[in-house]
């Protein structure tokens, strides 16, 4: 059921690569919800999914950006602007890459240049991304930037390797930066700490599905869905968390409080 929680707002959606991604999904329902938006990816990435078919759903335009690239953010923030008629009021940064996960190389064997290549997209990006809104004056008064992120920043998962690192800087830029935007444009900056999730990413890291299971077992709501995932950032797009700002906020079915579950226990023999 549509509420129109985002009527008459404009936004930006990265990293939608398929059905499967929670970009996808929160594309989808904030065009329920009244929105209008532009989405992107890195020109690699939309040769390998099928954002076209979102943008005819959604009636949406694709802008094509590296989100590594300050010159190709720039381009995307001046053409928003132009496509939707006006300043933005909502960003999602969906973006996440490991080359040390995807060539499976142990944490403490990390290639050097692969960990500062994960860096670079997977939270650098955030920074270039709000330095160049800033810069650009493109975002609305108490606009709402949400980037998503894994509890692996604060609690040890050892098949997350890098990203673990690079998601707790990704955290922190939103905290950092959350205060200057905060301060100067009243705009919102959170993270999204989300449950495993079955979207292609996630099911390319070793041992998900096991983790997926224990996670499960573990939260006393279950794992939290990529469709629930959008209902939460839609709910930070909107105006009524005008006052959430530099939070990360736990989506996870209660995993992240739980110390351990009855159900794990059983399962473990213990009586």
Request: glycine share 8%; net charge negative; with cysteine.
């Amino acid at each position: 059921m549509a509420y129109n929680l985002l009527k008459g707002k404009r936004g930006i959606i990265t990293g939608a690569l398929d059905e499967n991604s929670i970009a996808w999904k929160v594309a989808e329902k904030a065009h329920e919800e009244g929105a209008t938006f532009v989405l992107t990816n890195a020109p690699i990435a939309m040769r390998m999914g099928e954002i076209n078919k979102l943008a005819e759903k959604t009636n949406s335009q694709i802008i094509p950006a590296d989100a590594t690239s300050v010159e190709e953010l720039t381009n995307l923030f001046t053409q928003s602007q132009e496509v939707l008629g006006g300043k933005i009021d909502f960003v999602l940064h969906s973006i996440g890459m490991s080359v040390n996960i995807r060539k499976k190389i142990p944490y403490a064997e990390s290639n050097y240049d692969y960990f500062m290549k994960g860096i670079d997209v997977s939270a650098m990006s955030l920074h270039k991304m709000l330095s160049v809104a800033r810069k650009l004056d493109a975002i609305n008064e108490w606009g709402s930037v949400v980037a998503l992120t894994y509890m692996a920043a604060q609690r040890t998962f050892p098949f997350y390797t890098d990203m673990a690192d690079i998601k707790a800087m990704l955290e922190s830029i939103a905290r950092s930066f959350g205060y200057h935007y905060g301060l100067e444009k009243k705009v919102r900056i959170n993270t999204v700490s989300q449950s495993p999730t079955k979207t292609t990413a996630g099911t390319g890291i070793k041992g998900f599905g096991d983790f997926f299971d224990f996670a499960n077992a573990v939260a006393p709501l279950g794992n939290a869905s990529a469709e629930d995932c959008a209902n939460y950032c839609i709910t930070l797009f909107s105006d009524l968390t005008r006052m959430v700002t530099m939070q990360n906020l736990f989506h996870d079915g209660g995993y992240s409080t739980t110390g351990v579950s009855m159900e794990v226990m059983t399962k473990l023999g213990v009586e």
